[in-house]
DNA sequence: GTCTATAGCTAGATAGAC
DNA sequence: GTCTATCTAGCTATAGAC
């Protein structure tokens, strides 16, 4: 990282990303240009759209950044837990801990979602790669613990779905360090994990099991495969 | 409707709309212009906007009439139907009946998400009104069946919010006639119905009461109001 | 390969004349 | 209420310096 080891590019690109985090997070996204950025990076506008197609694919190069940062602190903090429950807590408050200082242009994530056919639509091809890596990271939190296979299957991206929504809910939240977040994020997470103790309990797991079986059958339905 | 009793501003209006959806549908959202639109509607473009401040405004012109639509159609099939499930079905699949030409454009809707302060945000205060019209739809279908009352307050919202995503999912569907979209959103009607069921049943109950209850507090400490 | 300077295109949005 | 002209900003293109 920073400046060492780097060829004069990559120095560059460096410098113009961080300048234009610093005005999204100063600013915001909308109001800020790549006019600014570049002024603010002392280069031409040229040169930032030599190395930033887009000014989205700054937030994009933003998030694979986050995302880096996420499995490190992840695998970091992970070892030596071994409860579920704890460990999603890991997963899921180290992700928005990263996010803490962004909420002002972490909207621009979600800018494209409805637009299956856009590069950065969070739920579209083009985005697959972060995707899983993304659900990787709440596969590791899951593995080890003694759940059932098709909720080893199933929960990564259960999870991952309930953290996009968690985001969503941060951007919105104007409570003192997101603590209204935080504490949904608990609230959520200690439901997944009541429930899957549920699963386990032999008194209600016979009426429990068909919801089970009849929710993957319907997500199979839908399309869902698993991660292909 | 169409074009008796209105001045000619409003006529003005209506072309433009109209000709902008066609455009929308034919076309696509991001592709089309306002310089089209207008050029479609015979207008010069200032006329455009002067009856839509935006692009994305129209939009919004749109699923308002979409709203008047449900609400309207909802009204109509409702009478008559008792069954909670039933009376759901009706609700959601009328909805993306209403939509089903619309699915190149829709995604539209929710560009501003992650923008709290956007006028067009779907859960930011700008559109606190279309928020709380569609809720009422679902209220409206809850209505006079034999739910406890604290259900009767959260089903809406959660139908609501389900809702939202079946519309995600609905654009994202390129089965025919969006088949996909349908059967999951059956799919989950019934879960949400059995679930519902589960909460009557007195064997099971003990067990699902906690939950229902602490889903509840976590939502009051999240902010939600259940619709202030 | 890295970058500047500059010019130009497109399209959303606005101001002011009529 | 409608039009023409203009502004702004994302983005492209190019020619050339190093």
């Known amino acids: 990282m920073s400046t060492a080891n780097k060829s004069a ?111 950065l639509s969070v739920f579209g091809k083009g985005t697959d790669a972060q995707r899983s890596q993304s659900v990787a990271i709440f596969q590791e939190a899951v593995a080890g613990t003694n759940v059932s296979e098709e909720l080893q299957e199933l929960l990564p991206w259960a999870l991952w779905l309930a953290h996009l929504g968690m985001i969503l809910f941060f951007i919105y939240d104007e409570t003192e360090g997101q603590q209204r977040t935080h504490k949904l994020a608990d609230g959520i997470l200690d439901l997944f994990t009541q429930l899957i103790e549920l699963t386990r309990s032999a008194l209600v797991r016979p009426f429990v099991q068909p919801f089970q079986r009849k929710i993957l059958g319907m997500l199979r339905e839908a399309g869902w495969t698993g991660g292909t």
Chains 1, 2 share one sequence.
Do not use: C, W
Not at 25 to 32: A, S
Not at 57 to 77: G, P
């Open 9 to 119: 590019g990559e120095k560059t690109k460096a410098v113009i990303f961080e300048k234009a985090l610093e005005l999204f997070r100063m600013r915001g996204f909308e109001v800020t240009t790549m006019r600014d950025i570049a002024r603010s990076a002392k280069v031409a506008t040229g040169a930032a759209y030599y190395y930033f197609p887009s000014k989205e694919s700054i937030v994009a190069a933003y998030y694979d950044q986050v995302q880096r940062r996420h499995a490190e602190k992840v695998r970091l903090e992970l070892s030596g837990k071994a409860g579920l429950r704890e460990r999603l807590g890991v997963a899921v408050h180290s992700k928005l801990e990263i996010l803490k200082d962004d909420r002002m242009f972490l909207g621009a994530l979600f800018r494209y979602t409805g637009d299956p056919d856009h590069p």
